[in-house]
């Protein structure tokens, strides 16, 4: 009997890596993982068999395409998992030169719909904003109600994400933002006050919604908007309702999320974004009951995967480090925080990257995080709270 077809999991450097590795390995599957580094926590995963170190897709797409297709001559039946906007938009677009890989994305035409902010809505509320012609046309910006944010119209997470509290300080901060990412979105921030929402939708081979599953961010930094470090699962039909019809809408494959806040003057969820591959929520997912990894690779391999509606609600899932101690230590707030940064250990909680059935990674990451200490670059980040965490 062949062997099942191992899986790539690409950009391991990332903590929803080693969540991916965990739950696939579990099932008794094959995973291989990939970066530009060797220095990953998840290579020493005990569920990762082998890791690769390939150019990096953002500097080398057809270097990075080349070592796919090498890898793939070696293993019948490849599958691959792409975990960032970058090489999930390489390999959509080399997707007919890979015929022996399997990859369970959506079209290259929803992708790129999907990741840009402002194309991405068709039709559903969204915050006020503007997508100014460059720094000269900023006349609509201004109009907008302060504060506001600018931001890359295409990107993820919160590189480039810039909170602008009054009318005076939009030029230069648009000007900065647009240096590095050209004509960026100009959007009302919503006022505080709000609960933010994750909506992950997975999608078989014919675009029906397979799997669903809500998660309500309780901390994050950067604090005024960045990846979440606490989160719990939750219900929300609505949401899901509107994002799986958004999905579907853009002809969707395989794993989406869509990120709503919800708008304290009316109660209203907005649309804030769509990310097109698997988020850091992703272990909550994984331990709340919904495993996406394992359904992901059902579509890849046959095309459709069992239908999952129903997962433990009110489930804690903490990224610690650096995720939570920064926010701890950037919060005024940090003693009054509800749950507390000391409750180490409940029954409803859980934790990004540790495992007791897979320690060594944890063990690492500790190491990663005292080393990214040193750096000047992650002190800089400390004290400006903006950007993307250094891995």
């Known amino acids: 009997m062949p062997a099942a077809p191992a899986v790539l999991l690409t950009d391991a450097r990332w903590r929803k890596a080693l969540s991916a590795a965990r739950a696939l390995g579990r099932r008794g599957l094959r995973v291989l993982t990939c970066d530009s580094t060797r220095l990953v926590a998840a290579a020493i995963s005990r569920y990762v068999e082998r890791h690769l170190v390939v150019p990096a897709p953002a500097s080398d797409p057809e270097g990075f395409v080349a070592a796919v297709a090498r890898l793939a001559a070696r293993e019948h039946g ?7 906007d970058p090489t999930l938009e390489v390999l959509s677009v080399a997707r007919d030169r890979l015929p022996q890989v399997a990859l369970p994305i959506a079209p290259l035409a929803a992708i790129t719909l999907a990741l840009d902010k402002r194309a991405a809505a068709l039709g559903l509320p969204v915050p006020r904003g503007v997508l100014p012609a460059g720094p000269e046309d900023l006349g609509s910006a201004r109009a907008l109600d302060f504060p506001v944010v600018v931001k890359p119209r295409r990107g993820w997470g919160a590189q480039g994400v810039t909170v602008v509290e009054r009318r005076e300080e939009l030029d230069a901060a648009y000007r900065r933002v647009a240096a590095v990412f050209p004509r960026p979105l100009v959007q009302e921030r919503l006022p505080p006050g709000g609960e933010a929402y994750g909506v992950s939708c997975l999608f078989n081979a014919r675009g029906a919604l397979r799997a669903a599953f809500v998660h309500r961010r309780l901390r994050e930094y950067p604090l005024r908007g960045g990846p979440s470090t606490l989160r719990v699962s939750a219900e929300r039909p609505d949401l899901v309702e509107s994002s799986a019809r958004l999905l579907s809408a853009l002809g969707w494959v395989g794993f989406g999320m869509v990120e709503w806040r919800t708008d304290p003057r009316d109660g209203g969820g907005r649309l804030l974004e769509v990310n097109p591959r698997f988020v850091g929520s992703l272990e909550l997912a994984v331990r709340s009951g919904v495993d996406f990894p394992s359904l992901l690779y059902d579509v890849a391999v046959s095309g459709d995967c ?11 899932c903490r990224w610690l480090l650096p995720g939570d101690l920064l926010h701890f230590l950037a919060n005024p707030a940090r003693f009054r925080l509800e749950p507390s940064f000391f409750r180490f250990r409940a029954p409803d909680l859980a934790y990004d990257d540790w495992a007791r059935d897979d320690p060594l990674p944890s063990l690492a990451q500790v190491g990663v995080v005292a080393l990214a200490a040193l750096r000047p670059s992650m002190w800089r ?11």
């Open 306 to 316: 069992a239908e999952v509606r129903r997962y433990k609600v009110g489930q804690l």
């Open 78 to 84: 490849l599958v691959c998992f792409p975990l960032e």
């Open 381 to 391: 980040y400390v004290r400006t709270r903006s950007g993307p965490i250094p891995p």
